[in-house]
């Protein structure tokens, strides 16, 4: 009604608006208070925690894809209507060597950030996992601070042709998503800060940081979007490099310092995303072993065995 120019169409919408915020608040408090304080959340409740927002992944998966539909299906085939070339005739495209470009490598790195955060939470190191979530949540914000200003340098509005409309409604809801992530890493992060995560009780955060990882795969997806036949070096890469540098070498350096405590006498679990690399022996030799969500279970005859259920970790 409120895009219809409906009267009273804005008031409703912002009712609607706020009795979903409201929703959606008491609802995550609820669960936080019975994982954290009551102590309710058992393995099944994990798992179903764990597969519901895998399945909501999955759901913002299709939704992006019917946005590169739409923009292949025009780029492809370029219709009588558009001149038959693309870009349309009269729209002047954006360089993607120097804000995408740069904004690509920023949102890739936060993503390295997030890694850290979660190999510091499963090595105990809670100071080392909150500064890591500080520094995904900046170089988030420094993202979207450059995603505002391309959108004002931008030539061409969502009203130019089809190549305005799917650029700006990809990069648009990419930008919404990058927004709701880096509320809910704050979140996770002042949940480290207080305590609430452990590293055998995180669900939440492993959460925030697949939501984070499919942002980072929908932005590599998305910068296609933004593509021009230009290919240049500029001082938007050098800055770039100069300034994550550091960020790589000391996530490198708490990876080493990870890999201390990897030996087969514990045999810890290194977490990636939706994976995990399992090091345990067999007949003197070392393997690598890919599971999703699984246990690994110790048989009388010494072999290891792998069960797929789930880590026992909580929300």
Not at 73 to 90: D, F
Not at 148 to 164: C, K, L, N, R, V
Request: aromatic residues 16%; hydrophobic residues 45%; charged residues 15%.
């Amino acid at each position: 009604m409120y895009m219809h120019s409906f009267q009273g169409g804005a008031t409703l919408l912002s009712l609607g608006l706020l009795f979903i915020l409201y929703t959606m608040f008491v609802w995550w408090r609820d669960v936080l208070r019975e994982s954290t304080l009551e102590g309710h959340h058992t393995k099944v409740v994990q798992l179903g925690l764990r597969y519901g927002f895998i399945l909501f992944i999955v759901s913002e998966v299709m939704f992006f894809f019917a946005f590169f539909w739409a923009f292949f299906h025009s780029s492809l085939a370029p219709t009588v209507e558009i001149g038959g070339i693309w870009p349309p005739k009269g729209i002047g495209v954006l360089d993607p060597w120097e804000i995408p470009f740069l904004n690509t490598l920023i949102l890739l790195s936060s993503g390295a950030a997030v890694t850290w955060a979660h190999h510091a939470i499963l090595a105990g190191k809670e100071k080392r996992a909150v500064y890591a979530l500080a520094a995904t949540v900046l170089l988030a914000l420094v993202f979207t601070g450059f995603q505002g200003m391309e959108y004002y340098q931008a030539p061409f509005t969502i009203s130019d042709s089809i190549y305005g409309s799917t650029f700006f409604l990809a990069t648009g809801f990419h930008g919404f998503h990058v927004i709701i992530g880096t509320l809910f890493l704050i979140i996770c992060g002042i949940r480290q800060y207080l305590g609430h995560l452990t590293k055998e009780h995180h669900v939440g955060f492993e959460a925030a940081a697949w939501y984070w990882h499919f942002v980072d795969v929908e932005r590599k997806s998305g910068l296609r979007n933004e593509s021009s036949k230009t290919k240049r070096i500029g001082l938007f890469q050098r800055i770039t490099a100069a300034l994550l540098l550091p960020l790589i070498i000391i996530y490198k350096k708490d990876r080493r310092d990870y890999g201390r405590l990897c030996s087969p006498r514990n045999d810890p679990k290194l977490d990636l995303g939706l994976f995990e690399i399992v090091p345990f022996n067999r007949n003197q030799r070392c393997f690598l072993v890919f599971r999703f969500f699984s246990e690994q279970i110790e048989e009388p005859n010494g072999f290891r065995q792998l069960r797929y259920f789930h880590r026992p970790s909580g929300a």
